[in-house]
């Protein structure tokens, strides 16, 4: 069955380190975001992409950075700067061509990240 | 810019209770509306949605009119159960086309319902 997959679902940094977030997709869809939850605050968005190669900004981007090689894939680092990562962690997508409108956006389970 | 605003949480109801979540939006031009639900440890589920005005979404016993008039897409249901347990975002989208592409999020209500 086509879906998002996030991995892992648990994950533990230390301070001062970066850490990856995975995020792959067979559903073929072109656009690709990551969202921030946090108690209290529903999401906000940190970095979206509508195609390969491209990507931009969303509302909290400080002390994130992502890539967008594939379609299928949309990696998001949780960098050194990131004053306060601990949170919840959702990708998700949608195809343009058939109306994000119509059918929504898939979200992916997520990723605990917990600094320690 | 876009915004959604829905009633703050938590609500309590006891099982069989009818649930209205309010939910109001401000956005330049037509937006297409989406409740989401997100269940204990887990991603989102799209709900119900609805692309025009005076549409009403429904799904498994919930749901949404679409009130251009009022800016409103309130959540019902006429009778919980406890598995409707879960935080209840409500969301937006513009049309179509560019940075529109962005879904628009409410703060979520969180509802238990007890048995």
């Known amino acids: 069955d086509g879906g998002i997959t996030q991995s892992p679902k648990y994950l533990f940094r230390k301070e001062g380190q970066n850490v990856t977030l995975s995020c792959e997709q067979n559903?073929?869809?072109?656009?690709m975001y990551w969202y921030r939850q946090d108690p209290g605050q529903g999401l906000r968005l940190i970095y979206y992409s509508q195609i390969v190669n491209d990507f931009q900004k969303g509302d909290i981007a400080e002390g994130y950075s992502v890539s967008r090689e594939k379609k299928e894939s949309f990696p998001l680092t949780v960098t050194s700067a990131q004053k306060n990562p601990t949170a919840f962690y959702l990708c998700a997508s949608t195809s343009p061509g058939q109306g994000p409108s119509l059918y929504g956006y898939t979200f992916g389970s997520g990723t605990r990240l917990t600094v320690v | 810019g876009n915004s959604v605003t829905q009633m703050e949480g938590p609500v309590t109801l006891s099982e069989e209770a009818f649930l209205t979540i309010n939910c109001t939006y401000t956005a330049t031009g037509y937006p297409s509306l989406f409740w989401y639900v997100q269940y204990p440890g887990e991603g989102l589920q799209l709900l119900l949605k609805?692309?025009?005005?005076?549409d009403k979404g429904s799904n498994k016993g919930f749901e949404a009119t679409y009130r251009k008039e009022t800016t409103s897409f309130h959540l019902e249901k006429g009778s919980v159960q406890v598995s409707d347990s879960a935080v209840y975002f409500c969301a937006l989208t513009k049309g179509s086309g560019g940075s529109n592409y962005k879904l628009t999020f409410g703060k979520g209500t969180l509802l238990t319902v007890n048995p």
């Open positions: 559903l073929n869809h072109d656009a």
């Open positions: 609805a692309t025009k005005a005076d």
